[in-house]
C-alpha cells in the first residue's frame, strides 16, 4: 500500500518562494513516476509537474514552467516542488501522486495520492 506525505506549504507574498516535498513509501520509489498536482477552492485539480523514476525526463505545466521546479531523492524516497516568483493565482492545496509506470506525463495515470499541503500567495 502506497502512502505519501507531502509537507512545507505556508503563507508567502507575492513574489516569495516555497519548497514542497513528499515522502512516499510502500512501493520502490525510484521505479515510478512521480507527479505534482493543485486544487484551487472551486475549480479542477490541475496537473503541474512529473518526472521519470530516474528523474532525467521531467515535463511541465505551461502555467507554472520556468517558476517551479521538481526533482527528487530516490535514496530519500523523497519528491520535490520548488516554486518561485510565487502569484495569488498558484494559491490551492498541493497534492503528490505517484503512477504506476516508470515515466508518465499523463494526469489520469497517476493513482497513489497524499493528503495535500496548503499553499497561499497574498499580494
Known amino acids: 500500500q502506497v502512502a505519501l506525505v507531502e509537507s512545507g506549504g505556508g503563507s508567502v507574498q507575492t513574489g516569495g518562494s516555497l519548497k514542497l516535498s513528499c515522502v512516499a513509501s510502500?512501493?520502490?520509489?525510484?521505479?515510478?513516476?512521480m507527479a505534482w498536482f493543485r486544487q484551487a477552492p472551486g475549480k479542477d485539480r490541475e496537473f503541474l509537474a512529473s518526472l521519470s523514476g530516474a528523474g532525467r525526463m521531467k515535463d511541465y505545466a505551461d502555467s507554472v514552467r520556468g517558476r517551479f521546479t521538481v526533482d527528487r531523492d530516490n535514496t530519500k524516497n523523497t519528491v520535490y516542488l520548488q516554486m518561485t516568483n510565487l502569484k495569488p493565482e498558484d494559491t490551492a492545496v498541493y497534492y503528490c501522486a505517484q503512477s504506476r509506470s516508470f515515466w508518465t506525463n499523463a494526469p489520469t495515470r497517476f493513482d497513489s495520492w497524499g493528503q495535500g499541503t496548503q499553499v497561499t500567495v497574498s499580494s
Open positions: 510502500g512501493r520502490a520509489f525510484s521505479d515510478f513516476a
